[in-house]
């Protein structure tokens, strides 16, 4: 993935949350344990990540308890202003995907479209209005204050160590964008309809893989998304980016963490979708840049 180096950053969206974000109350790591604010999905690597997987939604209909005030380090992105900095900068990289991503969906949503609140990085635990969270939840999207959280050591100590996925630069634009794509159902309004909570066909898991078509919408666009000045953001996405995507969300697989942390598979707990959905769902966006396409809740076959 290649960066424009005249094309400026915007990091008003973009902050980190210092000295762990204060307490609250924490998510439940137990199987089949309650998220704060009565959440209809999350991820927990916790005590076994079997319960509710990576890359959550973290759909929390109400809200949770904020556990104090947060603290920002003001002048962590401070110092991202151009693409060239996203090229020699993982937070300036960072910030210059969230821009494209805002950009894209500004774009394809029109006047439908609100931006994120922030994408916050944090380490260890946070404070949220969906309530208090660990790094063991995984990155997140809380829709009660329109944030995307994660957590900057999630890629090497969860992703790569004990979950065996890939390592390199576009992973963690996979992981952004799928975010991203719980923020547009936000908007439109398609959390709302999720009533299931668990199985190989439940809302749970069709939102999950739309959020991946989202993900592969925005791929397929980026290098061709402008910002505000008119100038594209991302010059180039190799093969070797998109293979990495596909890597990544096979990893997080439900079927793939099951049988690496259980050694069987259990269709019925699945929240997220198998390995082999979640990368053809990506594949779908990535082909057809298209909403309707990525309708998981009208598809027969998920």
């Not at 344990?33 to 690597?45: N, V």
């Not at 995307?148 to 992973?171: A, H, K, N, T």
């Amino acid at each position: 993935m290649r960066f424009n180096p005249k094309a400026r950053l915007d990091t008003r969206r973009t902050r980190h949350a210092g000295g762990g974000g204060g307490g609250g109350r924490g998510p439940s790591l137990g199987r089949g344990g309650s998220l704060p604010g009565g959440a209809i999905g999350g991820g927990s690597i916790g005590a076994v990540i079997v319960a509710v997987l990576v890359f959550a939604a973290i759909s929390y209909l109400g809200g949770g308890e904020d556990g104090g005030p947060a603290t920002y380090d003001t002048e962590r992105y401070a110092a991202c202003e151009t693409g060239e900095d996203a090229s020699t900068s993982a937070d300036c990289a960072r910030v210059a995907v969230e821009n494209s991503l805002h950009d894209f969906w500004t774009d394809e949503l029109g006047s439908r479209y609100e931006p994120i609140s922030a994408l916050t990085t944090f380490e260890g635990s946070v404070s949220t209005r969906c309530g208090g969270a660990t790094s063991d939840v995984g990155p997140f999207y809380c829709p009660v204050d329109d944030g995307i959280y994660l957590d900057s050591g999630f890629f090497d100590d969860v992703l790569e160590r004990q979950l065996g996925g890939p390592d390199g630069g576009f992973v963690e634009a996979y992981v952004l964008a799928h975010e991203y794509g719980h923020h547009v159902q936000d908007v439109l309004g398609t959390m709302s309809r999720v009533r299931t909570q668990q199985g190989p066909t439940s809302d749970a898991v069709r939102l999950e893989l739309q959020a991946d078509c989202y993900a592969g919408m925005w791929a397929r666009a980026a290098t061709t998304t402008e910002d505000a000045a008119g100038e594209v953001l991302i010059t180039e996405l190799t093969d070797e980016d998109v293979r990495l995507a596909l890597e990544a969300a096979a990893a997080v697989g439900d079927d793939r963490i099951q049988e690496r942390t259980q050694g069987q598979v259990t269709e019925e707990s699945w929240t997220h979708g198998s390995a082999e959905q979640r990368v053809r769902w990506f594949r779908t966006g990535l082909d057809t840049g298209s909403l309707e396409a990525c309708d998981t809740f009208a598809a027969d076959r998920l």
